[in-house]
């Protein structure tokens, strides 16, 4: 099948699948006369992989490194647990970093609790002298 083919069958871009070829996650097709890319069934699979990984949150490594155990069938599956130990890890992590957003957005919100004119606004207030911290930074990222 053609990238449009992939990409209707799958759900997604054919943008989104030109990208995960780039980055290795989804191996390169081989291509017709015309040049035209030409998908199987395995990048179906595979595309439908990575797409549900990433509905996971997984990062674009901790699916590289599914795939790679993945396409070693005979292997221990203790490494593909031990992956998602880590990823669990990792959202408990960013649940906390969210809860404390959550009571850093209601404290400042509690600064203007009465209408007021913008110049006395106690959010916009908060927003200017509030002190920046490692933590806050990762909401960035």
Do not use: W
Request: glycine share 2%; proline share 3%.
């Amino acid at each position: 099948m053609k990238i449009g083919e992939l990409a209707k069958v799958t759900k997604c871009t054919t943008e989104t699948i030109r990208y995960y070829e780039k980055s290795g996650l989804l191996p390169m097709p081989e291509r017709n006369e015309s040049n035209y890319r030409l998908y199987n069934q395995t990048h179906k699979y595979r595309l439908n992989f990575i797409r549900n990984c990433r509905s996971l949150a997984m990062s674009h490594e901790e699916i590289r490194r599914l795939l790679t155990l993945m396409d070693k069938p005979p292997a221990d599956c203790s490494d593909v647990n031990y992956l998602l130990d880590e990823h669990i890890n990792h959202v408990d992590t960013r649940l906390q970093e969210l809860i404390e957003l959550k009571e850093q957005l209601n404290h400042l919100q509690q600064q203007c609790q009465n209408e007021d004119v913008i110049e006395h606004c106690g959010i916009l207030q908060g927003l200017k002298t509030m002190e920046h911290s490692e933590k806050q930074q990762s909401h960035l990222k």
